[in-house]
C-alpha cells in the first residue's frame, strides 16, 4: 500500500501541469514544426508567427531534431522572400547536416527557381559544380532535370 501512495504522489506534479478536461494544451511554434501530421502553411506560419528571423533560428540551431530543421527550410520556402531565399542558399553552400543541405535543394528548386529565379538557379548550379555529397548531389540532379523539363 506505500508503494502505491508513493508512486500516486509521484505523478501529482505532471497532474499539476496538465490541461483540465476537455482542453488542449497550448501549442507552441517548435510544436507546429515538429508535426509531422500538420502541412505548413501562410496562415500557419503567420498564426505562430514563425517570421523569417524566427524560422531562421530553428534553421540554425544545431540542437534542433532534424526534422524541425528541414520544416523550418520548407516555411522559409512558403515565405518566398529573397531573405529566405539566400539564407536556403547559405543552408546549401555551408550547413554541417547532408539532409538540411539536400532538402534546401529541393526548396530552392521549387520556391525559387522554378518560378524563375536566377539567383535561386545559379546557387543551384554552384552547388553542383562543387562536387557536393552523394545525397545533395543525386537531389540536385534530380530538381535541376526537373526544372529543366517543361
Do not use: C
Amino acid at each position: 500500500m506505500r508503494v502505491l501512495q508513493i508512486a500516486l504522489l509521484s505523478l501529482l506534479p505532471l497532474a499539476l501541469h496538465a490541461a483540465p478536461p476537455g482542453q488542449q494544451p497550448e501549442l507552441t511554434a517548435a510544436h507546429l514544426l515538429g508535426a509531422i501530421d500538420v502541412p505548413l502553411s501562410a496562415a500557419l506560419l503567420a498564426r505562430f508567427s514563425l517570421d523569417r528571423p524566427a524560422l531562421e533560428t530553428f534553421l540554425a540551431d544545431g540542437k534542433q531534431a532534424r526534422y524541425v530543421r528541414l520544416r523550418a527550410l520548407n516555411g522559409l520556402g512558403i515565405l518566398g522572400t529573397a531573405q529566405a531565399r539566400d539564407r536556403v542558399a547559405q543552408a546549401l553552400r555551408a550547413d554541417a547536416d547532408e539532409a538540411v543541405r539536400a532538402e534546401a535543394v529541393v526548396v530552392l528548386a521549387r520556391a525559387w527557381a522554378q518560378r524563375g529565379d536566377a539567383l535561386a538557379l545559379a546557387a543551384l548550379r554552384e552547388a553542383q559544380a562543387k562536387q557536393p555529397p552523394v545525397r545533395v548531389a543525386r537531389t540536385l540532379e534530380e530538381e535541376l532535370a526537373r526544372l529543366a523539363t517543361p
